[in-house]
């Protein structure tokens, strides 16, 4: 019987105690904000935005009274984050062995820093790296409306004087300003997209001003002609588009069973897209309302007590409603009205009950989650290649929508991320949905014989996931098979081949945690795109950085820190650099198993598995 290994929500938490020991975190304290809003995803990666030991606020900014110069420490050092392997730390190294990090400075002087460069025609190596890093990373430390505040003012300014600063060519000046700008728009385009007039009045601000020079400088005629498609791009191909999507309702996994919607390929989420959505009272009967994904629980309450108005059900109309989130287990999160986008982070069996104050305790979870019925499995009539084929796509679908900066804004900002993590809360949550669909399946087979072979076939799925470099499955249906609940079924696994229980312990070795996860690094770095990293340890990285390594000092900015984490999001990219192409021909069957693995029907409590284990080989067996 395997042994000693941990679920997914426990996966990461054993590094902890190193993560101390190397001055990363001190203990972990009772968290709020944001770590209650992600409730669900904090059991992927149990530490996030952890507060720091004395209870203050997480340790991300630190602003000391002092006027002591700052000392950074080295990058080859404290700054670089023992989560990467040998392998990438040589690539890594070999990338920009001649760039120098800009010193600690203000943010707008590190704009203007960035625009010297630029406007010094240095567009080599470091150029880009230093423009790619600015890009990546400046929401963590000089805002958007600033930045394009900062770029519209150098655009109109004849130069700057001051010791160190080379006196700029006219041209240059409004070159590098353009330049600058062209690349920010390219970086956030679907994000400014969304954000609508916000947004829009930047290009067309800058398009006005450029409009205005060009009859000094004639040299500008290429990039006002750009910066005038940049215009349009940003209006009004995203007003048309934005009438097509709002005729269509757009289906989160797991909110409703339609076979059509859940066949179409994943696109990227907007916090306009609207969705369906079912929210209970404590009755459990449920009204069903039509809610913009970014949308306010205020308003989403609103909403509710609109369809409460009318119902049979409910002759009073509730004074003071609030929005809870009840697991199957019966965990209760209450929302504030001003928290957004709460769609995307519940958790697998997570849902949204609408109940007055005096309510709250008596909040149950559905019948459905806490009561399971024996029974075989879809599973015994599907083939393991079609089944991990369909994993495979759908992860990389999943992965695919998510944008570099949605890693950025999920850890240095929570809640306050001017632009929402929705898809990257999407692909945690499919990856606690998997693990949790393992243990399901095998717990609810009745038969000793029959739960050997699911055994045999989530085995060979995992080394088909593996097979098509998707870490994500993989390590989720190994962690999945790993839960206390399916590893304790001796009789089970004594009828497993022995073939199939030294591959399996293969896995384990690949997903042992020890050493910062060795193994798995190892096995990344052997790998190239496409590939499918398993994104809990990509957020664990970016928050070791992150908490590890001070980002102000006072007004100054560690921009070395920034370099940092622009690396670790540039391997996102790099892992997507090839889109990823299935050779593999469809079975007649294909469209029954695509729908079964987009629509897992998991059970999340663990102590309901616990008990489901225990009736199909009691303890004294």
């Given at each position: 019987?395997p042994?000693?290994?941990?679920p997914?929500e426990?996966?990461?938490k ?5 993560l ?7 203990e972990?304290a ?5 770590s209650?809003?992600?409730?669900s995803?904090?059991r992927?990666v149990p530490?996030f935005?952890?507060t720091s030991?004395?209870g203050?606020p ?12 700052p000392?950074?420490?080295?990058a080859?050092?404290d700054?670089?984050?023992p989560?990467l ?26 704009a203007?820093?960035?625009?010297d460069?630029v406007a010094?025609k240095?567009?080599g ?20 409306d600033?930045?394009?505040?900062v ?5 109109g300014?004849?130069?700057r ?5 080379p ?5 240059e ?9 062209f690349r920010y ?7 400014l ?6 947004s ?13 020079e060009l ?6 005629v290429?990039d006002v ?8 791009i ?6 048309e588009d ?17 076979i059509d919607?859940?066949l179409?390929?994943?696109e ?10 079912r929210?209970?009272?404590p009755?459990h009967?449920y009204?069903?309302?039509?809610s913009?994904?970014s949308?306010r ?11 409460l ?10 004074a003071n409603?609030?929005l809870?989130a ?7 999160a ?5 928290d957004e986008?709460v769609?995307?982070?519940?958790g697998v069996?997570?849902h949204?009950f609408a109940?007055?104050p ?5 909040l149950?979870p559905?019948p ?7 029974g ?8 393991a290649?079609?089944?991990a084929?369909?994993l ?7 992965f ?10 999920y850890?240095f900002?929570?809640?306050?991320a001017r632009?929402?993590?929705l ?6 949550q499919?990856c606690?949905e998997?693990?949790?669909w393992i243990a ?11 739960r050997?072979?699911l055994?045999?076939k989530?085995i060979?799925?995992?080394a ?5 470099q ?6 989720a249906?190994v962690l ?7 590893s ?18 293969q896995f384990?070795?690949?997903a042992d ?5 060795k193994?798995y ?7 190239r795109a ?6 809990p340890?990509l ?7 992150h908490?590890?390594c001070?980002?102000?000092h006072?007004?100054l ?10 690396e670790?999001?540039r391997?996102?990219?790099?892992y997507r650099?090839t889109?990823?192409v299935?050779?593999?021909?469809p079975?007649?069957?294909h469209l029954q198993t695509k729908?079964?693995v987009?629509?897992?029907?998991v ?6 598995l616990f ?11």
């Amino acid at each position: 019987m395997p042994a000693g290994m941990k679920p997914l929500e426990k996966f990461l938490k054993k590094q902890t105690n190193a993560l101390t020991r190397a001055g990363g975190f001190g203990e972990k304290a009772a968290g709020t904000g944001a770590s209650r809003r992600r409730a669900s995803l904090s059991r992927v990666v149990p530490f996030f935005r952890e507060t720091s030991p004395e209870g203050g606020p997480a340790r991300d900014v630190f602003s000391p009274e002092t006027e002591e110069a700052p000392c950074w420490p080295s990058a080859a050092a404290d700054i670089r984050s023992p989560s990467l392997s040998s392998d990438e730390q040589s690539s890594e190294a070999s990338l920009d062995t001649s760039w120098t990090p800009l010193a600690a400075d203000t943010p707008e002087n590190l704009a203007l820093a960035l625009l010297d460069s630029v406007a010094g025609k240095r567009y080599g190596n470091c150029t880009e790296i230093l423009l790619d890093d600015f890009m990546l990373t400046h929401p963590i430390f000089l805002a958007s409306d600033k930045f394009q505040q900062v770029l519209l003012q150098q655009f109109g300014t004849e130069g700057r004087q001051g010791e160190g600063w080379p006196s700029w060519d006219g041209v240059e000046r409004k070159q590098a300003v353009l330049s600058v700008a062209f690349r920010y728009l390219d970086t956030y385009r679907e994000l400014l997209q969304e954000e609508g007039d916000r947004s829009n009045s930047f290009p067309k601000d800058l398009y006005l001003c450029a409009v205005q020079e060009l009859s000094r400088f004639p040299e500008l005629v290429e990039d006002v002609l750009k910066l005038q498609r940049w215009t349009e791009i940003l209006h009004n191909p995203a007003e048309e588009d934005k009438e097509s999507r709002k005729k269509q309702v757009r289906p989160l996994f797991r909110h409703f069973r339609r076979i059509d919607a859940c066949l179409q390929p994943r696109e990227a989420f907007r916090g306009s897209d609207e969705i369906f959505c079912r929210v209970y009272t404590p009755d459990h009967s449920y009204v069903t309302i039509r809610s913009r994904l970014s949308c306010r629980v205020g308003e989403i309450l609103a909403l509710v007590r609109e369809k409460l108005q009318y119902s049979e059900d409910q002759p009073t109309q509730p004074a003071n409603l609030i929005l809870v989130a009840v697991t199957s287990s019966g965990e209760k999160a209450v929302f504030r009205p001003s928290d957004e986008a709460v769609f995307t982070t519940l958790g697998v069996n997570t849902h949204l009950f609408a109940c007055e104050p005096s309510e709250l305790e008596a909040l149950m979870p559905l019948p459905e989650e806490i009561h399971w019925s024996p029974g075989d499995s879809k599973l015994h009539d599907m083939s393991a290649e079609e089944v991990a084929n369909q994993l495979v796509v759908f992860d990389w679908e999943l992965f695919s929508c998510v944008h570099e900066v949605e890693f950025v804004c999920y850890v240095f900002h929570g809640e306050q991320a001017r632009w929402r993590p929705l898809n990257l809360e999407l692909v945690l949550q499919r990856c606690s949905e998997v693990q949790h669909w393992i243990a399901t399946e095998i717990l609810q087979c009745q038969s000793l014989p029959k739960r050997v072979q699911l055994l045999r076939k989530f085995i060979k799925i995992a080394a088909l996931c593996k097979q098509q470099q998707d870490l994500l499955s993989f390590l989720a249906v190994v962690l999945g098979l790993d839960n206390p609940a399916v590893s304790r079924l001796r009789l089970t696994w004594e009828g497993l081949p022995g073939k199939f229980r030294k591959q399996f312990q293969q896995f384990e070795s690949i997903a042992d945690p020890s050493r910062n996860h060795k193994s798995y690094r190892d096995l990344l770095a052997s790998l190239r795109a496409p590939l499918i990293p398993f994104t809990p340890l990509l957020l664990k990285d970016l928050t070791f950085l992150h908490e590890s390594c001070k980002t102000f000092h006072g007004e100054l900015v560690n921009f070395e820190k920034m370099h940092k984490v622009a690396e670790m999001v540039r391997s996102i990219r790099r892992y997507r650099s090839t889109q990823l192409v299935m050779e593999a021909e469809p079975s007649p069957s294909h469209l029954q198993t695509k729908a079964y693995v987009r629509q897992l029907q998991v059970i999340d409590n663990q102590n309901l598995l616990f008990e489901m284990s225990c009736k199909l080989e009691p303890k004294d067996m």
